[in-house]
């Protein structure tokens, strides 16, 4: 028995109201602070963070050249680490950056965060920020990374680094600069790149000593999946020294059935 025009029309508008559809969850941002210790191998921070939170620790540390650790008082086992940049530095030198990460946190309530140096009892820097909204097994895509070791000492550098291409859209993008402490000019040399889509946190630390420890960055959510670009400006510094970060970090894919309603001849 043939079907009628007007059942298949029923039919296909059935259809499409069956059909998942794939949707991203809401990705929300929340500073936890930084900190500077200018002496011992170990430098902490308190969190409080909800159930299944991803934490971000992003770190500058003045003597180090291989990765150190950050693990804290709740979540078990060491948080994952990307690889060590060696900070750029005219003659050389010791200090490196790098960040850190645990998917699907424990409910943090007052947690110590401990970052701990492979290096000496010098000056080093953390900022900690979390999110919710991020996948909880294997969030990192990888083919975002992208890193620059910063060793200029033209008047009044600038540089731009420009991330992969994420696998997926809608990542979590996380900018940092860390660089080697200078002494004179403003506290914050650089500025934020708003141009660019960036924005607070990571949170802004610095120890103005001489060969101390500096961090600054921005974080955005990426609307598609290009590529994005990460270029501070320089508001004082004669040299840079240091290294510069782009990281992603993948939404929770939410397959949903939206109501579609469509208008047929």
Not at 27 to 50: E, F, L
Not at 57 to 72: I, R
Not at 199 to 209: G, I, K
Request: a negative charge.
């Amino acid at each position: 028995m043939p079907i009628s025009s007007t059942m298949r029309r029923l039919l296909f508008a059935m259809a499409l109201l069956l059909t998942p559809s794939l949707a991203w969850a809401q990705i929300a941002v929340t500073s936890v602070g930084a900190q500077v210790n200018t002496s011992g191998t170990t430098i902490t921070q308190t969190i409080t963070a909800p159930l299944g939170a991803l934490i971000v620790v992003v770190v500058d540390d003045s003597t180090a050249t291989t990765t150190g650790t950050v693990s804290d008082s709740v979540n078990a086992g060491n948080y994952s680490h990307g690889t060590a940049v060696q900070l750029g530095r005219n003659g050389g030198g010791a200090g490196s950056a790098n960040y850190y990460y645990m998917p699907n946190s424990a409910a943090l309530t007052g947690a110590t965060i401990t970052y701990t140096t492979t290096g000496g009892a010098n000056s080093k820097c953390i900022s900690t920020l979390y999110a919710t909204g991020i996948r909880t097994s294997l969030p990192l895509d990888t083919n975002v990374l992208a890193t620059l070791q910063l060793n200029s000492v033209s008047a009044n550098p600038a540089f731009s680094l420009t991330s992969g291409t994420p696998s997926v859209s809608g990542d979590l993008m996380i900018a940092f600069t860390a660089m080697e402490g200078y002494t004179g000019g403003p506290s914050n040399p650089l500025s934020q790149d708003t141009g660019n889509g960036w924005t607070v946190p990571p949170a802004f630390v610095v120890d103005s000593s001489n060969f101390g420890c500096y961090l600054f960055g921005g974080y955005q959510v990426n609307a598609g999946s290009g590529t994005k670009v990460y270029a501070p400006g320089n508001s004082g510094l004669l040299s840079i020294f240091g290294a510069a970060f782009i990281i992603g970090f993948e939404a929770i894919a939410a397959t949903t059935s939206p109501f579609i309603f469509s208008t047929f001849p």
